[in-house]
């Protein structure tokens, strides 16, 4: 395996010390070679953070006057930490010291782990205050820090996750990095670090390999595309083998534990099995959604999915809850649900938007980050059930049937052997006997109910409250499309006072700029390309939901700014954050791991915005952005699978549904509904108004102001009807024509 080279004054650093735990995603694919996998440590014996308690702080740094829950959660620790700007490197040029940067957030357990091991620890605060200037960051605050310095360490490791934890130059060059050290092995590295940069001799050997691995970094995250380049059907058709390989026929999903739902991978695999009519391939997808929705990874008593599961069966995850994992589940199982036409796909769509509405969302309508996974110090306290428990708050036949349905034993199936005073005896509950009689069904509605009301009486989880503007563009596509094709006004609703509220708290109409952050009344100052992206994404599920004119024209500007922000001219693809942050390189993200990276979700909304609006700048930024990571679909097409999506959509022609008519007439909003009740991801759906009226209505001449459906292909459209089975007829799953322009490729 190619890893960075480092001479040996550096190597010595790591010998001996663990760095390979922590709160992870899949690891990223390097774009030049595969980046082995740190090593995971079971969730059973992880080391357990005990409660804070309530007293008065005898420490308070400059993160207090933060808006970041995470940079909140360490702003009473012993270290003198600065958060991410210009006073804390001026600061270490000034006084000749490097940088320790500490990169997590507020819900990862690992994170909180090395909190109260190390940086609540008096000791440990000295050391790093004498020798170093200490910078916190909160990654989802700031994803574009966070992936120059991810990719260091998964560069120069192998591995990576969170904690990270990296030393730099005051220059923000990095020279050795890792994730979550134990106290006695990050004490032994800050005094080694510390040594190597007074010493006369080694230093520059140092400062010299910061200066060519950063180097290094930047020229991999530049990247241009090569001379060569070419899109074709391969590259999607072997990606969706290699992930067919990988499938787990016992306990259904894709890969060996630790098991990450990843939706990206199924909705690959279930868009091409059902064109080309593989049941084999639908019916992996849909036994992946069947398993994961049975295991401990998704709440049984309030819905809504966990990270992901540390065990092959979906039984023990690592318990906190993302918005962004629920937002693309929320999709996977609407397109399980209408390729399978089983309900009980759709419920599980019901149930995490219900999850959504009471546990995350603000009261003005925008949606937090993310539920931890610890309470009272324990992973997973808040949701895990002892026998004795069930039986002491259910009637003698309900605790036999939840006992039953559950798989709940009097051992337990979940432990942390590492507390000194472990929770005993717990289980995870998991769906184990789902074969019940109609009467057990209304019984078990009975028991949930109580379970509930008696869990809502314990301790809940940290709520990370910030308001992302990206990953609420991910979620409010996901329920502006549930609301289209489950026929829900409820959840259109929903979305529709979402958007209301980003518009209103991150996005400053007078500039065009989408802000990143909001938390307390405060909105942050920079300026991301995943907030673009993502809300633009959002916004166009939300004009194909309802055809009203004004979202279409916002996304339209959107786009328009996104371009022009962050779209690289001369290589095509989009930089993660504007040309004037101060960092020391600027880097274009690819991988679809536990979010689609932008430029994936950015190429897709773009090429289906040229569809909408005919405007072929849209579909040149999206075609040269694949072309841009023609190689990576080429040969790791399998750590691309969002972007697969979109050049699927650009080597085909998608249809166009116009559905002609008056937005706010209950029979056009019923005639929008079952078109978006059809399997078809290759389209787009149209209205005759706004900015695309002029084509609309060359293809769809008024008659009787009675809504009606032209399903067009290139410049042909079949008879207009409002027979559902009729245009149900032209949007088959069957590949559409071949569209490869050749002066194109």
Known sequence: MHRFGTNKSIMTLAIGLTIGLGCRDKPAPSPTTNLKSSKNTNITTAPTVEPKKQTDHKYTNRLIKEKSPYLLQHAHNPVD??????????????????????????????????????????????????????????????????KIYMTFVQATTGGGGWPMSVFMTPDQKPFFGGTYFRKPDFMNLCERVNQLWNDKEMRPKLEGDADRVSAELAKISAGKPSPDAKLYQGMITNAVEQIKSTYDSRFGGFGRAPKFPRPSEPILVLWQSARSKDKDGIEMVTNTCDQMVAGGIYDQIGGGFARYSVDEKWLVPHFEKMLYDNAQLIHLYLDAYLVSGEEKHANVVHDIIRYLKRDMTHKDGGWYSAEDADSEGQEGKFYCWTKKQLEEILTEKEAKLAIDYFGITEKGNFEDHSHPDPLKNLNVLSIVDSKITDEEKTMLITIKKKMDTARNKRIRPHLDDKILSSWNGLMLGAIARASAVLNEDEYLAIAEKNYTAILKELWDPKTKTMYHRWRDGERDSVQLFDAYAFQLDGTLHLYEATLKAKYLEQAVTLADRMIELFYDKENGGFWQGTGNTGLIMRVKEDYDGAMPSANSVAALALLKLHKTTENKKYRECARSTLLLFSDRMEKQGSAVPYLLQALDFYLHEPYRVVVAGNPEDKEFQNALHEVHNQYQPNRVVIGNHGPVEEFAKKQTPEENGSPLVYVCSGSACQIPTIDPKKFKSYLKPSP???????DED
């Open 81 to 146: 930490w600065f958060p991410w700007g210009k006073e804390a490197f001026d600061k270490a040029k000034k006084e000749d010291k490097p940088v320790f940067l500490s990169v997590g957030y507020s819900t990862c357990h690992w994170c909180h782990v090395m909190e109260r091991e190390s940086f609540e620890n008096e000791e440990v605060g000295a050391l790093l205050n004498k020798h170093f200037i200490c910078v916190k960051l909160d990654r989802e605050e700031r994803p574009d820090i966070d």
């Open 736 to 742: 559409p024509k071949s569209q490869i322009p050749e």
